[in-house]
């Protein structure tokens, strides 16, 4: 809806109404046709001011309209009357102008913003591109290489930046409203030829070819197989050498292209995913509205690794006071040293100054007496960290919340060291903490839902996707990762090599694959996890254990010493130990050929499609079992996780949502074939939540919280 009034006299105000973002629905359309021809045929009215409700001017189209077959008035032609109308009309923007939102502004005379306004058009991280014009308009106003930055990383910008970009003609710090009305009294009568930004020429750009070219291959490089970023440099492109009408007819054709595309339903369901995620609900019935957070004012980080310095440095970028604790002398001065450093590079990348006083360096556990909340980070070891959590259960005042940061041990073990178990949750960041979205909130079968309901909020303090999944081995994520290695590992023994692997996976999409990113990660972590597990055991090379299929060979490399990047030595040989670049090793070959001689293993060709469904079906037949056993409350909750913390492609949804597009009957069809080709490996074995979506026809998988419902309802 569209709400029309005057005020001042002559200028004709029109406040878009669709709370909460006044997304551009058919009946927001309708409403800005009606006022607009209402405010124009009014001979009082001398000028027009577009604002939005509730200080948000709009937030572009309404995605969830998407779905559904078009109605109601196309943008296009609305934004071209607002800006051939013969009366000035001014856009006052506060809050967002995003996407359609913006391209709504760009089609009125002025711009007036807020100084907090943000504004974008973020359009290419939902799969499509500016497609109301804002791809032609957008470098006719700022040229070309600015609009290319826009629109091809969908980034929003400040008033300040748009003002200095020549988004918007003023900023002001009072109401918004009131700033555009005295400016539409003091243009109207003005001429409005020069004010018509699609009559505009196209700013000049010397080697248009040369920069055109660039950007592509740099978008190419980034994109990863993503195509709405490679359509919107050819529209920006038709813009910088076609008249403004034909430059619109290329903006719709490409935009028919990547409308309908699986991409474009991907991304946008991520986009819807990511807001699910926030509206957590745990077995129990308890939910994100229905319980209170405790407040939190100070926060206490224990234990400075590499993942403990990250989350204090986190936790003092979201303004909050931290007091660390490292016991070790040596330690805690190499951590300060190191997390001053963080802070005052974060800083000068944001303009601010760093929050260094937010941060107390401590070795003693005692100063924790007064925190609200601790995160527990150290070493990763069940002994050790049941130690501090008695400790810290002695320590800290009643009411305070613990947490750990174990990438995977049961929370519940460490709850039941303290007095207060339903005090105690996991909050699993991912390295590094301060720059990584992803926060998994773990809860055990005793957590409270305040507890869970702190976490999360604390988690969106600062900055975080917080997702709130149940305890087991891994939680979501290390639970779903461990059997994609594992699958990879199986692939090198019967014919493949990391490379061959990695090409398969990288081209998939992820920034990168399994064996470079174990290079990365360190290979000797799990390897001493499996050795404290009794699965792995030095100088035994068995491939069947605990009556399983098993794979020693990242076990044989640590035995060598090959631990990865930090060795110069791993999956992959690096120049010298730290260096990042990865190359094929000879030795690592050979080292192949001589394991499969000894196992008797025939090397046989493997193509790209096995490795990509050897590797990625059963991490999905693990996320439908995580759904069964109701560690995960929706298929939103794994393919956020997957997106945020493990680099899934997100034009690719997340692995649940990749599942329904290649098809479930297909996903069925090659687990068993893979199962029964390797009936040694319990996990291929198709889950039963996935044979039952199959057998009720595959629903789409926005339905699949219904059946997981009715699947636990009978239980
Ligand atoms: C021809 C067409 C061409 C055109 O160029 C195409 C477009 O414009 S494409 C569009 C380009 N525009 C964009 O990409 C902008 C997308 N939007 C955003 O980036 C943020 O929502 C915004 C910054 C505006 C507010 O952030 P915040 O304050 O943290 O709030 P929040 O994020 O939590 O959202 C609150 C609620 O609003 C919902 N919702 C939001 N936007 C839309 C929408 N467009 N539609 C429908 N719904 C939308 C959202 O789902 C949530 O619902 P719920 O049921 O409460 O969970």
């Known amino acids: 809806m569209a709400q029309y009034s005057r005020i001042s006299g002559s200028v004709g105000l029109i406040t878009l109404k669709n709370p909460p973002v006044n997304a551009l629905s058919a009946a927001v359309r309708q409403g800005i046709v009606d006022t607009v021809e209402k405010a124009l045929c009014d001979p009082q009215v001398k000028s027009v001011v577009i604002c939005g ?62 100084s907090k306004a943000r504004l974008g058009l973020p359009e290419v991280t939902l799969g499509l591109l500016p497609a109301a014009g804002g791809s032609q308009r957008l470098p006719r106003l700022i040229g070309v290489p600015a609009a290319l930055d826009l629109i091809t990383t969908g980034r929003h910008v400040t008033a300040a ?39 505009y020429p196209c700013p000049v750009v010397t080697d248009l070819d040369a920069l055109f070219e660039d950007v592509m291959q740099k978008v190419r490089q980034s994109a990863r197989g993503a195509i709405a970023p490679i359509a919107c440099v050819q529209a920006v492109r038709a813009a910088a050498t076609l008249p403004y009408t034909r430059g619109m007819e290329r903006e719709k054709e490409l935009m028919a292209t990547l409308f309908t595309s699986g991409q474009a339903r991907a991304l946008q369901y991520n986009f819807f995913a990511q807001r699910a995620v926030g509206k957590w609900r745990m077995p129990s019935g308890a939910r994100w509205d229905t319980s209170t957070p405790r407040p939190v004012h100070k926060v206490a980080v224990i234990g400075l690794g590499t993942m403990g310095r990250g989350i204090a440095v986190a936790l003092a970028q979201a303004g909050l006071p931290v007091v660390t604790v490292e016991a070790q002398e040596k330690q805690l001065m190499e951590a300060k040293r190191v997390m001053s450093d963080m802070l005052k590079r974060g800083a000068k990348r ?37 130690k501090v959590f008695l400790q810290l259960s002695a320590v800290c005042k009643p009411g305070t919340l613990l947490c750990t940061n174990t990438s995977g041990l049961d929370v519940d073990q460490l709850a039941s060291q303290t007095r207060n178990p339903e005090l105690v949750v996991g909050m699993h960041f991912f390295a590094p903490a301060h720059v990584m979205k992803l926060l998994e909130v773990v809860y055990g079968p005793r ?42 590992s199986f692939l090198l023994e019967e014919g493949a090599t990391p490379d061959l692997v990695d090409r398969a996976i990288e081209e998939f999409g992820f920034p990168m694959g399994v064996f470079r990113m174990s290079d990365l990660s360190g290979l000797d972590i799990g390897w001493r996890v499996r050795k404290e597990m009794k699965l792995a055991v030095p100088g035994q090379s068995a491939r069947i254990r605990e009556g399983r299929r098993y794979s020693p060979l990242g076990d044989l490399l640590c035995e060598q010493g090959r631990f990865g990047q930090k060795t110069g030595r791993g999956w992959y040989r690096y120049n010298k130990p730290g260096d990042r670049v990865a190359h094929s090793d000879p030795w690592l070959h050979h080292f192949l050929e001589e394991y499969r001689a000894q196992h008797g293993l025939v090397a046989r060709r493997i193509d ?28 939103e909750d794994i393919d956020v996780i997957y997106v ?31 199962y029964q080709a390797h009936p040694d490996v319990p996990y291929l074995q198709p889950c039963s939540l996935l044979r039952r979506l199959v057998a009720i026809g595959s629903p789409p998988v926005q339905k699949w919280r219904e059946v997981i419902k009715n699947l636990h309802s009978q239980l």
């Not at 196309?74 to 923007?93: D, G, N, R, Y």
């Not at 601010?352 to 003693?364: E, F, G, Q, R, T």
């Not at 100063?367 to 069940?382: C, G, H, K, P, T």
């Not at 949804?653 to 069809?669: R, T």
């Open 644 to 674: 945020f913390g493990y680099g899934w492609p997100r034009h690719c949804g997340g692995p649940m949502f990749y599942a329904s597009m290649v098809g479930l009957e297909k996903v069925l069809e090659r687990l068993e074939h893979y």
């Open 161 to 199: 930046e748009a003002l200095q970009l020549g988004i918007v003609d003023q900023v002001t710090d009072h109401k918004t409203v009131d700033a555009a009305v005295k400016f539409a009294l003091s243009v109207a009568g003005k001429p409005l030829d020069a004010r018509r930004i699609s009559t």
């Open 53 to 114: 409700q509730d200080g948000v001017f709009c937030g572009g189209a309404d995605v969830k309209e998407f779905e559904k077959s078009m109605s109601g008035p196309p943008l296009i032609p609305m934004i071209h009357s607002i800006e051939c109308a013969t009366k000035p009309m001014v856009a006052a923007i506060e809050g967002s102008a995003l996407g359609g939102g913006l391209e709504l502004a760009l089609g009125c005379h002025y711009r007036i913003a807020h």
């Open 608 to 635: 790209q499609q096995e490795i990509l469904e050897r590797c990625l079906y059963p991490m999905i037949n693990e996320g439908f079992r995580i759904l069964q056993d109701g560690i995960a409350a929706g298929p």
């Open 350 to 386: 944001r303009g601010v100054a760093p929050p260094l006083d937010k941060i107390s360096y401590s070795s003693n556990i005692q100063d924790l007496a007064d925190v609200d909340l601790v995160i527990e980070a150290v070493f990763e070891d069940m002994d050790l960290k049941k």
């Open 447 to 488: 957590s409270s839902p305040q507890a869970v309901a702190t976490a999360m909020q604390l988690g969106k303090k600062m900055g975080k996707i917080s997702v709130a999944v149940g305890n087991c081995r891994g939680f979501v994520g290390n639970r779903m990762l461990k059997l994609y290695t594992e699958q990879a």
